[in-house]
């Protein structure tokens, strides 16, 4: 089943309390890519500058990535610089540097247009309806976003969330979009806003989906130590729908197990800086990790 | 199977984004008694003033509460009055009168001392422990606390946690005590203070629960409204103790049970001032919600 991904492949600059590096992988594409690269096939639409190390081509072209559609222009590749303190929940920015990206215009290439699944990651809502509008008959369309697009795009948001399967966004920010503090409030506004399904990050509280009727509420996996957080929603996403991909019927039972496989892959993410942790980590430790999930919430 | 429960009976007044009001019926020995009789037969001691109202004193007889060890004595109810803004996790003191409470010395009636099942409520921690010499060989004792004791009374509230089986306290208190801002890692160093199990009220994300080598994870049930918190500590107390009263094995499934009957109380408790709702609660509804609790949550 073929994974579509439209967003940035970026080189961050972090330092939490356990630790600084600087100029390494990060991005929303990539995140998602190597995430949902332990599922299915994954067809990546980014942007990257002259100065993007050959190594990071390679490693996601090792994760069997299709490349296709990752551009090679002149100029640097985006770059954010941030930090978290104790909580790290929140990331402060010191830096964005757009650089290429700030002429970015996904053009999905003829070959990637059929494909079935398709995760807008987090780029301004203009850019992801010009995504909607060349793949051509998707069985199923994420979209994530931020607090940026929400508070300078917001017509063009809520037209993107009319199109979409499910919306994916972090609980302030879906206090934000929808205007109502509850959140279970907020979540059930933006469901009125059109997609099927609200999916409600929480950080170290885990998630929630709202759909018509249902509702579905995962912990987090417990950690002691979250390295660096950088990352978890979009590798969340990755496995979101990399296992959704697997289902064809994509039953109630499946979404959530999809969850589940989401929030294993993010509880591995965040146990190092980039996606580090990704790089060597199993189908065994994947499935390991999601019956201790089974263990740890059932009753 | 007989529950005693020492703490405060309080006149509260409170003010929240739906309402406000005047001396009502609070204090954490009624909210945590309400809620366990729906489970058992609780006995209660706690003080209160010559202007205790008589249909308070009715009503917790009308849920078979015990009141042989509530003892009225001259002088003025213990009061407290607090507001919550938009944030519920959050409430705000404006004013606390000790009044009668201020000279709280828990004499356990003789016929209470060979109660199987105690919950110290949170009061000084020194009180906490006048009471665990009185009482013969409980079962389970479970212990609640709060900043102001972790803050003031350190020394004896160690020496009651390495005293009693369940440690039942917030995560801002958990972080607070274990001095450590991951909440897993705190409830770690909370258990290597004494007690076999901790227990983390996380409000509105729900409520974790370290053993040693076991962890379990509960959401919180979703509500759109949430009227007025207070209580709901303690009505997850009364429900989680009064539940594992009826359990001869107290197994990890019968805990982790009574976590989600202590849950589905607290759920309903908040959804009105004081313990109104508690009122004319039926079991039928206390089943129907726990089913929904494990609807929301099984994958």
């Known amino acids: 089943m073929s994974i579509l991904v439209v967003g940035s492949v970026a080189l961050d600059s972090i330092r939490t309390p356990f630790g600084e590096v600087e100029d390494i992988l990060g ?8 995430a949902a690269s332990f ?3 994954v067809r990546l639409v980014a942007v990257v500058g002259e100065d993007f190390p050959a190594q990071h081509v390679d490693f996601l072209a090792s994760r069997k990535v299709d490349l296709r559609g990752l551009k090679r222009v002149p100029g640097k590749t985006f770059r954010w610089k941030g930090h978290y303190d104790y ?3 929140e990331a402060h920015t010191l830096e964005t540097q757009l650089n290429v990206f700030q002429d970015f215009d996904p053009d999905i290439p003829e070959e990637y247009r059929d494909s079935e699944f398709v995760f807008l990651a987090n780029i301004d809502p203009g850019l992801q309806l010009r995504v909607l509008e060349q793949v051509r008959s998707p069985r199923l369309v994420i979209c994530d976003t931020m607090n940026l697009w929400i508070e300078t795009r917001r017509p063009q948001l809520l037209e993107t969330i009319s199109r979409v399967d499910y919306l994916l966004l972090n609980d302030s920010e879906a206090r934000q979009l929808a205007e109502e503090p509850n959140l279970i409030g907020a979540g059930r506004k933006l469901l009125g806003m059109g997609p099927q399904r609200v999916i409600i990050k929480k950080g170290e509280h885990g998630v929630i989906m709202l759909g018509k009727d249902v509702f579905f509420s995962l912990p987090a996996y417990p950690l002691e130590t979250v390295f ?10 990755g496995g979101l729908l990399g296992s959704l991909s697997r289902y064809p ?3 109630e039972d499946d979404i959530r197990r999809s969850i589940v496989y989401g929030s294993v892959i993010a509880s591995f993410n965040v146990e190092s800086f980039s996606c580090d942790r990704l790089r060597d980590l ?3 430790e994947i499935e390991e990790r999601y019956r201790e999930f089974t ?3 059932c009753f």
């Open 27 to 34: 991005g929303s594409a990539t995140y998602f890519s190597v």
């Open 39 to 41: 599922f299915g096939d």
């Open 87 to 89: 909580d790290l929940n």
């Open 228 to 237: 660096d957080p950088t990352g978890a929603g979009d590798t969340f996403g």
């Open 249 to 251: 019927e994509m039953s």
């Open 282 to 284: 199993t189908t065994g």
């Open 295 to 297: 263990a740890i919430t």
